[in-house]
């Protein structure tokens, strides 16, 4: 019997390779009944996971210690892919998902959704440009920063709007009683 390289439909992967009718036929009928049995089979594995959780989960502890480091790979590239795509809109994700867990950790509402805030390129407060395009955890004078308007109200959609790194440092602490104090002492020295 010759031995032939048949793709998925069963003919022939090469051009001009003959296929043995049988091959072909059996593969045919394999194809029909995995997929009469597809969903038999699948509520099957669902049942047999939910009856053994200690061996599946040594199954993924065992897969996880294997493809770790792939995993991990994959997963970085496909981060600074997005980034490459859209800087403006990673920095909004992942600014807002990093205030989502500080609100809970220190109890300010927060929205759930993304909110549609306005990304500008220049701070409405110092007038200074703003890059999105910094390195990841490199905080500059000109990188984007979220303020809170009012710090108590939270995360909230309605508090929230984006000014240059520089201008939430110099508002984070100060009190306005304090800017006026720091105001008044600058134009005093000059």
């Keep these: ?3 032939v390289l048949l793709d998925c439909d069963g003919q022939a992967a090469l051009p001009g ?3 043995d009718p049988a091959v072909a036929a059996r593969r045919a009928r394999n194809r029909a009944t995995y997929q009469r049995r597809a969903d038999d089979h699948l509520a099957k594995v669902y049942e047999w996971r939910d009856q053994n959780p200690e061996r599946v989960a040594a199954h993924r502890k065992k897969w996880w210690k294997k493809n770790k ?3 991990t790979r994959e997963r970085a590239a496909k981060r600074v892919a997005a980034y490459a795509a859209n800087p403006r809109q990673w920095w909004l994700t992942e600014t807002f998902r990093a205030a989502r867990v500080r609100a809970r950790r220190e109890g300010f509402p927060f929205d759930h959704e993304i909110p549609d805030l306005v990304l500008p ?3 409405p407060v110092l007038g200074i440009e703003i890059f999105y395009y910094a390195k990841r955890g490199k905080h500059a004078p000109n990188s984007p920063s979220l303020d809170r308007i009012v710090p108590d109200l939270g995360y909230v959609a309605s508090n929230l709007r984006v000014i240059s790194n520089r201008a939430n440092t110099l508002k984070n602490n100060a009190t306005l009683d304090e800017m006026r104090r720091v105001l008044a002492d600058m134009e005093r020295l000059r």
Excluded: G, N
């Design 121 to 123: 390129d220049i701070c």
């Design 1 to 3: 019997m010759t031995r």
């Design 17 to 19: 390779v003959l296929v």
């Design 69 to 71: 480091a792939r995993v």
